[in-house]
C-alpha cells in the first residue's frame, strides 16, 4: 500500500521566516499535489507537479518535486498570518483511480 | 468550467436516523467521485469512490454507504446513523485525462447526538 508521509506535522512560525514542509511518498508516482485546508472549510488545489524536478511558485510558497527521492517540499518564504492553514501532499498512484493523501501539517504564523 | 456541489453544509442528527448527502458535479463527463470523512483534526479518509454510474468501491467497512445514480451524481447514505459517525465530509471529483487533482465540495459538518 502506497504511503505518503508529512513532516512535520504542527508548525509554529514568526512571521517573516522562512520554513519548509516535507511529504515523502512510498512507491514510484510522477504526480503530486498541494492543497490547503483553512480551519472549518474544504481544500483548496495549490500545486499539481506532474514529472520530475517539477517546481511550481505561487507568492510566498514554492513546490518541488524529485521523483527519484520519492519527496516534494512545500518551501514558505517570509511567512505572512494569512498563510495559516493546515497543508496536505497527495500522490497519484498512476495504475489507481485514487490519491492518497498525507496526514497534514498545521501551519500557525505568529504575529 | 467545472464545479462541484455539496448539500447541506451542516447537519446535526440524532443517532439511529438515517443519513443522505448529494453531491453533483457540473461541467465534466464520466469523472471520478470520491466520499472522504475528516474527523476533528485529523486526516482524509477515503470512504468510497466510483469510476462510473452504479460502480462503488467501498475503502472502509462502515455503516455508510453510497450510490452513484447519474454520471454526475453522488449520494453518501446511512440507514442508522452512530455517535462515531460525526465530522468533517467532503466529497471530490477528478475529470479526465484524470491528471490535475482533485475539485473538492465545500463539506458538510455532520454532528451526531
Known amino acids: 500500500e502506497l504511503k505518503v508521509e508529512q513532516n512535520p506535522l504542527f508548525l509554529s512560525m514568526q512571521e517573516g521566516k522562512n520554513y519548509t514542509i516535507y511529504c515523502n511518498y512510498s512507491?514510484?508516482?510522477?504526480?503530486l499535489y498541494w492543497y490547503r485546508q483553512d480551519p472549518g472549510k474544504s481544500l483548496e488545489s495549490l500545486f499539481v507537479?506532474?514529472?520530475?524536478?517539477a517546481v511550481k511558485q505561487e507568492g510566498r510558497l514554492m513546490a518541488s518535486l524529485d521523483t527519484k527521492a520519492r519527496l516534494s517540499t512545500l518551501h514558505i518564504t517570509a511567512a505572512v498570518h494569512d498563510l495559516s492553514a493546515t497543508y496536505f501532499c497527495?500522490?497519484?498512484?498512476?495504475?489507481?483511480?485514487?490519491?492518497?493523501f498525507g496526514t497534514g501539517t498545521s501551519l500557525t504564523v505568529i504575529p | 468550467s467545472q464545479t462541484i456541489h455539496q448539500w447541506p453544509a451542516t447537519l446535526v442528527q440524532p443517532v439511529g436516523s438515517p443519513l443522505s448527502l448529494e453531491c453533483t458535479v457540473e461541467?465534466?463527463?464520466?469523472?471520478?467521485l470520491y466520499w472522504y470523512r475528516q474527523a476533528a483534526g485529523r486526516g482524509l479518509q477515503l470512504l468510497f469512490y466510483?469510476?462510473?454510474?452504479?460502480?462503488i468501491s467501498s475503502e472502509v467497512p462502515q455503516n455508510l454507504s453510497a450510490s452513484r445514480p447519474q454520471d454526475r451524481q453522488f449520494i453518501l447514505s446511512s440507514k442508522k446513523l452512530l455517535l462515531s459517525d460525526s465530522g468533517f465530509y467532503l466529497c471530490?471529483?477528478?475529470?479526465?485525462?484524470?491528471?490535475?487533482?482533485?475539485?473538492f465540495g465545500s463539506g458538510t459538518r455532520l454532528t451526531v447526538v
Open positions: 461541467g465534466t463527463s464520466n469523472p471520478n
Open positions: 512507491t514510484t508516482s510522477d504526480r
Open positions: 497527495a500522490v497519484d498512484r498512476m495504475t489507481g483511480n485514487q490519491f492518497y
Open positions: 507537479l506532474l514529472s520530475n524536478g
Open positions: 471530490a471529483f477528478s475529470s479526465p485525462p484524470f491528471s490535475y487533482g482533485y475539485t
Open positions: 466510483s469510476v462510473g454510474i452504479g460502480q
